[in-house]
Structures are given as C-alpha cells and as structure tokens.
C-alpha cells in the first residue's frame, strides 16, 4: 500500500475510533498499536511499552501533574471565590464592575491553576450566582466564565504550552512568557466588552422601568467602605505573591519548571492548610483524588498521542504530509490560515492536548520553512484552541459551566460566549499583524532567539 494510502487509513480508523465513543488516550493506543501490527516489523510490539516510557522520560512533563496539584490545591479551597470578592470590592464602581471582576479573577486564577475547567468551576460556582443576583443576564454571567477560563491554557503556567514546548524541542520559559502579552491582551478585550454589554443591558432595564415602573437588580450598585475593601486582602493576597515567585523562580533561571512546579504545589498545600486550615487526611482527599485523576488521564493522553505519532512517523505519513503541504506552494500567510482553520476543524471534537501531539509533527517543518515564528505560533494555537473550548459541538467549557449553573438554558450559554469567540479571532489577526505583542517579553528577558 501507498504512504498516501496508509495515512487515508490511518485518519479513517482514527476518526471510528474517536466516534465510537472510545476514550481518546485508548482510540489514539488502539489505532497505533493495530497499525504496528499490520504495517511494521511484529518485534515492534515487544517494544510498545517502552516507546512509550521514552516518549513520556521528559523532565519538562514531571512538571504537570505538579501543576495540577497546585491547581487542585487552589481550586477545592475558597480561594477562588475569595479572590472573586476581593476584586468585585476593588472595582465595584467600575460600570459592569462585577463583570470586569470575573475577568481578573478568571486571569489570576488561570494563573494559579493552570487549568481552563478548573477555572471555571472555581470561579464560576461564586461569580455566576452573583451576576445573577444584580441582574446579568444568565448569557452574559455565562460567557464571562466561559471565556475567561480559557485563558487557562495561555496564560502561564499551561498545561497545553508544556505540551507544546515538548513537541516543538523549544524553550517552555520563553514559551510561557510569550504567552503574557496575548493573555493581557485578551483580558483587556473581555473586559472592554463585559463594560459595553453591562452599559447595553443597564439602559435596556432602565428603559423598561422608565416605561413599565419594573425594577431590575442591575439598576442598583453596591458599595464597599475602605475598611471592607482592604479587608478581604489578607486572604488573596498570599496567592498573588505565591504565583509572584513562582514565575520569579521560573524566568529568574532559580528553578527548572519541574521544581518550580514542585515548589508551587508544596507551597499552596501550605496556605491552605494556614489560611483554610485544610490539612486533615479528609480535606486533602478530595485534592489528591483531583490530581490523581486528572494526571493519570492526562499523562494516559500524551503516552498513546506520542505513541500515535511515533507510528505516523515510522509510516512517513507525517513527513509525506508535511512535504505535500509545502509542495502546494502556498504563500506563507495561506498557509498559515490553513494549518489554523484545520486546528479550529479539529477544535469541533478534541482537546488541545490530542491536537498538539497528533498535529505538530505535521504541521511545524512546512511553518519553520515558511519561516514562521515557532514560539509566536505555539501562542497563537493556543488562542485557536481556546476558541474551541467555547464553541459547539465539544465546547468543554459550556459543560462546565452547565454543570456549575444548570439553570441557565444550553442555548442562552452557546450564545453568551460567541461574542468572546469573536474577540479571540480578533486577537489572531492583532498578532498576526503585530507579532511583537508575543514575543517582546521573552526577547527581552532571554533574549532574540535565533532558533525560529
């Protein structure tokens, strides 16, 4: 059979396995596995597992599950309702103030976290019911969240940008400072807009009372003395300086990312046994059992991906692939907009850790020899991909969000978070213009990096 052949078959049992219903680590194993089976040497399958083991014996992926302890650490205390009321008393008399609140606390806490459906839960489950109550609309409380959970994944430190600097051999410190730029830059924007929709929906309930004598909540503000504001600092202000240091350790060259890591987790098991007191064997549980399930399924993915792509390799279905790519001729920008619309197709049914490990080995030589930005394109994926944790069909941030705030209908959801869709599309074409926004931080901190 053909390479071309092989790769068509490689692509139609991926795509059965996929909607078969099979979990994703197990489709990606299986596919692989009977493809060694059929089109490599029988002793390759003596030595399934330990391709595996060696495309998983990477330092930089020891950080993950040590990431997601300090995620899971922050997310199952009140740290993230707590730092939503810190910052909803310091911007209360901001029009949309509350908004604009679940947009900084969704940032900060991605930070922390590190996990978009972490973010969201956290968040959401106290700055929903509180939208809600001063009168937002059950679609625009939804798409905040919604929205600002992605930056989970852009915002240092990212699961998905680890993930990234493994497969494209590139720097994960300088990779996550290009991220820093692009994650205010989106912040800026959901915050514009949750300002605009607050001014749209408070003169449509003024208009109404004006006309029909009915209140609404969003007509009335709240206020906060300067004793109350300062204090609900002491509680936030301890994690703010924890994700402080740990990128001081970080991009100061103190720490690798394993040991920024390590310490990050150790250090917010700490504060929250000192600030919650949650240090019983039963309140460290439900963080344990967190960490262990999201590691263990995430880890699961990356081995069969790596595994998968490993095959595709062998198969030179990658490299054919990529050569056909790069024989088409497309100009550089074409060819960028491909690769991108191909990653928002593939955005409708898998999450960005499968896209990255079964895309890069194909997409990444045609865009270094178009002479593309290696390190501004990982963000700009990553903001892609974002797009697709809040559009239909996967959508896993609606589902979070569903679950957090059932009462709202699926389709009021859907319709919340296409205005943030937008804004994220516009933000691609603000770096594609203006690369700068990307990589001036990591070129200042580390320097130019002559391995584009």
């Not at 806490?109 to 590190?114: E, P, S, T, V």
Request: glycine fraction near 10%.
């Amino acid at each position: 059979m053909t390479v071309l052949g092989i790769g068509i078959s490689y692509g139609a049992a991926t795509l059965f396995a996929m909607f078969s219903g099979m979990p994703i680590a197990f489709a990606l194993g299986a596919v692989a596995v009977v493809f060694m089976a059929i089109f490599m040497p029988a002793a390759s399958l003596d030595t399934v597992t330990q391709n595996v083991y060696e495309e998983m014996a990477s330092i930089t992926l020891l950080s993950i599950p040590l990431f997601i302890l300090k995620g899971a650490a922050i997310g199952k205390s009140r740290a993230g309702q707590d730092l939503y009321s810190a910052l909803h008393a310091w911007l209360h008399r901001v029009p949309g103030g509350l908004g604009v609140a679940n947009v900084f606390a969704c940032a900060l806490f991605a930070a922390m976290a590190g996990s978009s459906p972490a973010t969201c839960s956290a968040i959401g489950s106290a700055g929903i019911p509180e939208m809600r109550k001063r009168g937002y609309s059950g679609g625009f409380a939804a798409g905040i969240i919604a929205a600002g959970g992605t930056l989970g994944i852009l915002l240092p430190p990212s699961i998905t940008m680890i993930l990234f600097a493994v497969a494209a051999e590139k720097s994960l410190g300088r990779l996550f400072l290009a991220g820093i730029g692009p994650g205010l830059l989106l912040v800026s924007l959901f915050g514009i807009y949750a300002v605009v929709r607050f001014r749209k929906e408070y003169a449509t309930a003024k208009a109404v009372y004006e006309t029909t004598g009915q209140d609404s909540a969003i007509l009335k503000r709240d206020d906060f003395t300067m004793a109350e504001r300062f204090g609900v600092l002491p509680r936030v202000l301890p994690f703010v300086i924890l994700l402080t240091g740990v990128m001081i350790a970080l991009y100061g060259g103190y720490a690798t990312p394993s040991e920024t890591a390590g310490l990050g987790g150790l250090l917010a098991l700490v504060l929250i046994a000192l600030i919650y007191g949650v240090w019983r064997p039963g309140d460290l549980a439900p963080i344990l059992k967190s960490t262990i399930r999201e590691s263990t399924m995430l880890m699961m993915i990356i081995g069969m991906s790596l595994l998968y792509s490993y095959v595709m390799s062998y198969l030179h279905i990658s490299q054919s692939a990529a050569e056909a790519i790069v024989a088409m001729q497309l100009p550089r920008w074409e060819l960028l907009a491909a690769i991108l619309v191909m990653v928002v197709i593939l955005g409708f049914f898998l999450p960005p850790v499968s896209i990255i490990l079964m895309t890069a080995p194909i997409i990444l030589p045609p865009l270094r020899a178009a002479g593309f930005d290696i390190i501004w394109f990982g963000v700009v994926m990553t903001i892609v991909m974002e797009m697709g944790l809040i559009h239909p069909p996967v959508g896993l941030n609606i589902f979070v969000i569903r679950n957090v705030a059932p009462d709202i209908p699926l389709s009021d959801v859907i319709w919340g978070t296409l205005p943030f869709v937008l804004l994220m599309m516009a933000a691609v074409v603000l770096l594609c213009f203006v690369p700068g926004i990307s990589t001036w931080l990591p070129d200042l901190v580390m320097g130019p990096d002559g391995g584009r």
